[in-house]
């Protein structure tokens, strides 16, 4: 999975395609509307309000799209003066020459790209602040990062993951293999019933214990007491990102995650392929089809946990964008429309991130925060906007 999506020559993220749009294979919430960044933007200030608002702080994004988000946030944040003058650095963690390119033409003024010494790609920020690229964050020195407000945005779903189910023998992983052997094949999810040839590759249960089948089903008692016949997905990088960005933040800061799974349960047989915006096999032409698979909250509540970090949510995108005050925002943007098709094109925006029918982007993604302990209840998780 991780070479499918960043392998530098035939990975996904690396072919010079931008994924995203009516032309890629998928669309965002913030390529929806610009309401979705503009209220992210408004929650950190909020943020740094309930942190008695520190001189200076980061913002960090991982999986910055086209930079749309960001570029919606920071246009919410400018309304509070004192709020983005105490904006000193834009880290962004990005694995895609493409998209780090279009990143850099809507947050950088024109011409300041560069690479660095460090060999960072670096820019300066229309606001005035640097802006730095990571592939991970194992380039983003802790020091760097002092009170950083983080925002993840379909970052964890694009994470590899591991599979397993639970025998009558023990534990045992699913692995990839070649359709060429005569080998018992097992269906990867209900996604692969597309009725498409997924080439060459099939799902097999292996033989006896691999080494991660044990390290990973002992490392949870979530894991431990379910029944034979059992499968679930995991994502160890999820949980290594969560446990780094909660040490980060445990002076100040915060971690806010938008992604889609389950509230309370581990996600089981989800990965899949997207294709042209449809769902596909995810063994069908590997490299150009974007895999995902859903984001395991309640594992990432328990990291954070564990960290002594204190944790809200998930909730439901369309509660969350509503409690921010997302139908307000609305009829400012309509009063400032001269036709109206424009006044529609809102409606519309609106209707497609906040709707609660089944499957809808307001249903299936969630929305979770990560503070320090002991901070005040964050506004659209039960707490209130502050002045």
């Not at 919606?72 to 904006?87: G, M």
């Amino acid at each position: 999975m991780r070479l499918c999506l960043t392998n530098p020559d035939h990975g996904y993220y690396a072919g010079g395609k931008d994924p995203l749009g009516t032309s890629g294979d998928f669309i965002t919430s913030p390529e929806i509307s610009q309401m979705f960044g503009e209220l992210i933007g408004i929650w950190f200030v909020t943020q740094w309000m309930a942190q008695k608002k520190p001189s200076h702080y980061n913002l960090i994004e991982l999986g910055p799209g086209r930079g749309t988000l960001l570029d919606d946030a920071l246009r919410a944040i400018q309304a509070f003066p004192a709020c983005a003058q105490a904006l000193k650095r834009i880290h962004l963690i990005e694995s895609s020459s493409t998209l780090r390119e279009l990143q850099a033409r809507k947050l950088c003024k024109v011409g300041s790209l560069r690479l660095g010494d460090d060999n960072l790609w670096r820019g300066s920020g229309n606001l005035g602040c640097p802006v730095t690229w990571h592939e991970d964050l194992k380039t983003l020195k802790r020091e760097e990062s002092d009170v950083p407000f983080v925002i993840a945005h379909e970052f964890f779903d694009a994470l590899p993951i591991h599979k397993f189910e639970r025998t009558c023998e023990g534990w045992r992983e699913l692995l990839v293999d070649s359709c060429s052997k005569t080998l018992h094949s097992i269906p990867a999810s209900p996604s692969t019933s597309t009725g498409i040839s997924a080439s060459a590759f099939q799902l097999v249960r292996a033989k006896g214990p691999t080494p991660t089948s044990i390290a990973i089903t002992n490392s949870s008692p979530r894991y431990q007491s379910l029944p034979i016949g059992s499968r679930f997905e995991c994502s160890p990088d999820t949980f290594a990102i969560t446990r780094d960005l909660s040490q980060r933040i445990k002076a100040g800061g915060a971690v806010l995650i938008v992604d889609y799974g389950p509230e309370k349960t581990i996600p089981i047989d989800t990965l899949r392929g997207i294709r042209k915006h449809k769902i596909v096999s995810p063994f069908e032409t590997p490299g150009t089809t974007d895999l995902s698979a859903d984001v395991d909250f309640q594992g990432i509540k328990e990291v954070a946990l564990d960290e002594k970090c204190d944790v809200y949510g998930p909730i439901e995108q369309g509660v969350w964008l509503q409690t921010l005050g997302i139908g307000a925002r609305a009829e400012q943007l309509k009063a400032s429309q001269s036709t109206v098709q424009g006044c529609h094109r809102i409606e519309i925006g609106q209707k497609r991130l906040v709707e609660s029918n089944h499957g809808s982007m307001g249903k299936a993604y969630k929305f979770m925060s990560i503070l320090r302990k002991d901070s005040p209840i964050p506004v659209g998780f039960g707490g209130d906007i502050q002045d």
